[in-house]
C-alpha cells in the first residue's frame, strides 16, 4: 500500500509514490493543468494534476475545488527548486472530503482587526502557522534549556489571593466566598518551589486587567519563570544570557523554512545567539535618553518609546540593570552599595522592541521584607505565607520572567503582539 506522508517528509521520499490528506489554500489553472496550493499542519507546497495524467472525473474534481477544501491525494514526490519549500507532488488521484464555498478570509489583503476576528480561521494561513511553528519550538527550546540546567518544573496557581505586582492591574473574581484574583505572576509561588527543590521554572497563563490596545500588551499572555536558591543577582544575569541565547539558537537551527515564510532575516538573530549582551546601568540609560533630548529625569520609568529608542543602539538583547525602587515591586533586594536602587534588571530586545525579560534578587531578610511590604500599602497578612520563607531557612535567591509572546514578537518581528498567541480572546481595538 502506497505510505501515507506528511508534507514536512517529502525530501525523505523523492520520486516515489506517497499518499497525503491535505487543504487547499489557493488554486489556479492553465488549460489542460490544474496548479494546487496544499497545506497539512506541517508545510505548505504545490500539487500539479494535468489532465493526461488522471482520470476525467478527477481533473474536473481538480478544476471545482473552493480555498479549503479536504481531500486525499495520491501522487509522485519532485524536487522543485522554483519553491521556496523545495518541492511539489504530481498528483495522479484525488478523493474529496469537502468543499464549500465563501471561505471567509481570501487570498488578499485583510487588515488586522478583520484577521484577529477570525483567528479561528486565520491560524490556517501561512504567516500565523509560521509563527505558531516558532512559538512551538521557543517553548520546547525553553523546557530542554531549564531541565538541562538542572530545574523542576513547577505549577503555580491561576487563582491567587494576593499581588506579586501592581493591585489595581488584578482580575478580581469571588472564590467560594472569598476574594480571588486571576495570576499575574507564578513568581511568589515559584520561590516557594526554590526554597524546596533548589531550582524551579513556571510556566504558565497570566493576567493584566487594564486595557491592551497597544502593539506590546495582552490581558492575557503566558510567563515562564525561574527562581533559584542560592544564586545572586550576577549569576541569575549569567543563567538569562545562556538561556536567551539558547532559544534564538534553537530558532535558527530549527525554522529556517518559518523564518523565510515570515520575511524575517536570520542575519538579524544570530547575534543574539552569540551572547556576549551588555549590561547597561540604569542610570547610564537615564542618560542616553537625556542626551537626545528627551524630558525624562532619574526615577522615571521607561515607557515603550525610550525602551525602543534604546533598544535601537544594540544588535542584539542587553540589560539594563539596578533601577530605582521607587518604579519596581516591593519583593526586590535593594542594592547595598546604594539604597535607592533594587538588584534587579530587564532585558530589551533589540530593532525596538524593548522589555522582554525582567528579574531581580529577592529579598531574603524577614525584618525588611516585612518592611517593603508595609511601604507598598500591602496587607501583611496576605503574605504571611511568603513571609514564612524568610522565617525557616532564607538564603539568598534570584529570579527572572520572560514574556513569552514578546520574545516570540521580536523573534518572529510582529507588528503586533496579538499574532504570537494562538487565541487572544479579550481583544480591545488596537490603537493606530
Not at 500565523?128 to 530545574?151: C, L, Q, S, Y
Not at 493584566?208 to 543577582?233: D, G, I, N, V, Y
Not at 542594592?335 to 530587564?346: G, I, Q, S, T, V
Not at 528579574?359 to 525584618?367: I, L
Request: glycine content about 8%.
Amino acid at each position: 500500500m502506497t505510505e501515507l506522508i506528511s508534507i514536512e517528509d517529502c525530501r525523505q521520499h523523492v520520486d516515489q509514490e506517497v499518499r497525503m490528506h491535505v487543504w487547499l489554500t489557493d488554486k489556479r489553472s492553465s488549460g489542460k493543468i490544474v496548479f494546487l496550493q496544499l497545506r497539512d499542519g506541517t508545510a505548505f507546497f504545490q500539487g500539479v494534476v494535468r489532465k493526461n495524467a488522471v482520470s476525467d472525473e478527477v481533473f474536473e474534481i481538480a478544476k471545482s475545488l473552493h480555498q479549503e477544501a479536504s481531500f486525499y491525494i495520491k501522487g509522485t514526490v519532485h524536487q522543485d527548486e522554483r519553491s521556496h519549500f523545495g518541492y511539489e507532488i504530481q498528483i495522479s488521484d484525488l478523493k474529496l472530503i469537502t468543499n464549500n464555498e465563501g471561505y471567509p478570509i481570501g487570498n488578499k489583503e485583510h487588515g488586522i482587526e478583520f484577521l484577529l476576528d477570525h483567528r479561528h480561521l486565520w491560524l490556517r494561513s501561512k504567516r500565523p502557522f509560521a509563527i505558531m511553528r516558532i512559538r512551538n519550538t521557543i517553548f520546547k527550546a525553553t523546557v530542554d534549556f531549564f531541565e538541562n540546567e538542572g530545574f523542576v518544573k513547577f505549577d503555580a496557581p491561576i487563582f491567587m489571593h494576593s499581588a506579586p505586582e501592581g493591585t489595581t492591574e488584578l482580575f478580581h473574581t469571588e472564590y467560594f466566598g472569598g476574594d480571588a484574583y486571576l495570576s499575574q505572576s507564578g513568581q511568589l509561588y515559584g520561590e516557594v518551589g526554590a526554597e524546596a527543590f533548589g531550582k524551579i521554572f513556571t510556566f504558565g497563563p497570566t493576567f493584566r486587567a487594564e486595557e491592551s490596545k497597544t502593539r506590546r500588551h495582552l490581558t492575557e499572555f503566558w510567563m515562564m519563570e525561574p527562581e533559584m536558591a542560592w544564586m545572586h543577582q550576577d549569576e541569575s544575569l549569567d543563567l538569562q544570557e545562556r538561556f536567551l541565547s539558547y532559544v534564538t539558537g534553537q530558532v535558527l537551527k530549527h525554522c529556517q523554512y518559518e523564518l523565510e515564510i515570515l520575511g524575517r532575516d536570520p542575519k538579524k538573530l544570530e547575534p543574539a545567539a552569540q551572547g556576549n549582551y551588555t549590561r547597561l546601568s540604569y542610570d547610564d540609560a537615564v542618560k542616553i535618553l537625556q542626551d537626545d533630548g528627551r524630558d525624562f529625569k532619574w526615577g522615571d520609568d521607561f515607557g515603550a518609546p525610550d525602551e525602543a529608542f534604546i533598544s535601537e543602539k544594540f544588535d542584539r538583547p542587553f540589560f539594563i540593570v539596578n533601577y530605582p525602587t521607587t518604579i519596581k515591586p516591593f519583593y526586590m533586594k535593594k542594592n547595598p552599595d546604594n539604597p535607592k536602587e533594587y538588584l534587579c534588571a530587564d532585558v530589551l530586545a533589540p530593532e525596538g522592541y524593548g522589555e522582554i525579560m525582567g528579574g531581580s534578587e529577592r529579598e531574603s531578610d524577614y525584618e525588611t521584607l516585612l518592611k517593603q511590604i508595609h511601604e507598598a500599602g500591602l496587607n501583611e497578612n496576605d503574605y504571611s505565607w511568603y513571609l514564612d520563607l524568610r522565617r525557616y531557612g532564607s538564603v539568598p535567591h534570584s529570579g527572572f520572567g520572560m514574556g513569552f509572546e514578546r520574545v516570540i514578537a521580536w523573534i518572529c518581528k510582529l507588528d503586533h503582539v496579538r499574532e504570537a498567541i494562538p487565541f487572544p480572546r479579550m481583544i480591545n481595538r488596537l490603537e493606530p
